[in-house]
């Protein structure tokens, strides 16, 4: 069975609402992610996450997943590298705001989405108050890396900084993925050097403010952590947190009722 919103009828998307069907969206992005890893990795991330978790919770917690948005914002000096595709933020937040009122105008009443791309979670976090304004239903910002966090600790081998872009997570996922990824000539060099209580500056990081890591330092192969260290098993443990997770996590949301206004 498909659990792929594109796929269905109409009909069976009727079907879907009255059966309190949650809706997931991977929100990704078309961007350089250094010299080894595919420009698409965020937005593959996104949907591989979906799909699997779709596939596990159905039919307990019944899920179809949205057609994935690959194109998104990214900071003008990403775009110094081939591949990075850039959307004006505001334009991305009206966008995801119409996509999911469009959802939930026509029926469905749970949705979360799932956010890959760095700079999207604000963009998410916006496009969902404007969602909740016009619908009055409130909508859900996941990141997947937060739920691979407590594991992805444990088991990393790069030092603090080495997590942020086409890092050592982002590459180990893939390479779990199946996508061929070519590890020789990468290294540290381009880790995250401001890792303090202000900046978090990983994605383990715990800093106090936000400060974009693109604008405290540059990198010379379009990464920002330390891909070298990435294994397949990482990302198989992470892959399997991250759906377990959000297993978890949709069991919950899809039986909290809010208050009807």
């Not at 916006?126 to 304004?133: G, I, N, P, T």
């Not at 920002?224 to 991250?242: F, K, N, V, Y």
Request: proline letters at 5%; one cysteine or more; a neutral charge.
């Amino acid at each position: 069975m498909s659990h792929l919103l594109a796929e269905k009828t109409w009909p069976e998307l009727q079907k879907a609402i009255q059966e309190r069907t949650v809706l997931l969206l991977p929100l990704g992005q078309t961007e350089q992610h250094g010299r080894h890893l595919q420009t698409g990795a965020d937005s593959i991330i996104a949907e591989r996450v979906a799909l699997a978790t779709a596939e596990k919770s159905n039919p307990s917690v019944p899920v179809l997943v949205m057609p994935t948005i690959h194109y998104g914002y990214a900071p003008k000096m990403v775009a110094q590298w081939p591949g990075t595709f850039r959307i004006r933020w505001k334009v991305m937040v009206d966008y995801v705001a119409d996509v999911c009122s469009s959802a939930l105008l026509g029926g469905f009443k749970k949705l979360a989405i799932v956010s890959t791309h760095g700079p999207h979670g604000d963009v998410a976090r916006l496009a969902a108050r404007e969602v909740f304004d016009r619908t009055g239903v409130g909508i859900v910002v996941t990141q997947p890396h937060t739920f691979a966090l407590p594991v992805f600790k444990k088991i990393r081998k790069s030092k603090l900084g080495g997590a942020s872009h086409a890092c050592e997570y982002e590459t180990s996922l893939l390479m779990h993925f199946g996508y061929p990824v070519d590890l020789t000539g990468t290294d540290a060099r381009d880790s995250v050097k401001v890792c303090n209580e202000w900046v978090a500056g990983d994605m383990a990081g715990s800093g106090k403010v936000s400060w974009s890591t693109w604008d405290l330092q540059t990198t010379s192969t379009g990464a920002l952590g330390d891909p070298s260290c990435a294994s397949p098993e990482t990302g198989r443990q992470c892959m399997e947190s991250i759906v377990e997770e959000y297993c978890r996590f949709l069991k919950y949301f899809r039986e909290m009722e809010t208050p009807v206004r």
